[in-house]
């Protein structure tokens, strides 16, 4: 059964730093989409606290820096029980037979999307992989920026 999608207008959606300055079409045209909605009209995205240090490094675009840091939506906080085993179940997910320390950035920006959100947008190959696992586990859709903004395009933007 196909569960339906909250309208990306009315709720939080979380952007992976990979995601907004994507290397290759149509991610690319998609992600720049993205932003300019955001930009010019109220598209909600967000980042995870957990993405601060991939959006500190050297190599990160000054733009992207820029742009990521009127972004940064949550912050670190204690979790409660059933928070600490969806972040292990997460890991689980991702690690398949890896390394979890490798996984461990990953997991968390995931673990915040599906607390306070309901869309996970990436490139990651490694995390895209494991889509529709991560979505029956935590009830969050990740999906490239292409696929972002059509869901996008094909919803209403409410009146506010």
Known sequence: ??????????????????????????????????????????????????????IEHPNTPAWVKAE????IYTIRVTLTPNERAMLRRILEILTGAGKPKNF????RHLFEAQKYGSYFVTTDRRILTCASQLEAACNVDVLLP??????????EKPDR
């Open 104 to 107: 461990e950035a990953d997991a």
């Open 146 to 155: 292409s696929e972002f903004l059509a869901l996008v395009r094909r919803n």
């Open 68 to 71: 990521a840091a009127g972004l």
């Open 1 to 54: 059964m196909t569960r339906r999608r909250i309208n990306p207008w009315i709720t939080n959606s979380f952007v992976d730093s990979c995601a907004f300055d994507p290397k290759y079409a149509p991610e690319d045209e998609a992600a720049n989409a993205i932003v300019e909605l955001h930009r010019n009209e109220q598209l909600g995205i967000q980042i995870a606290h957990s993405n601060q240090k991939e």
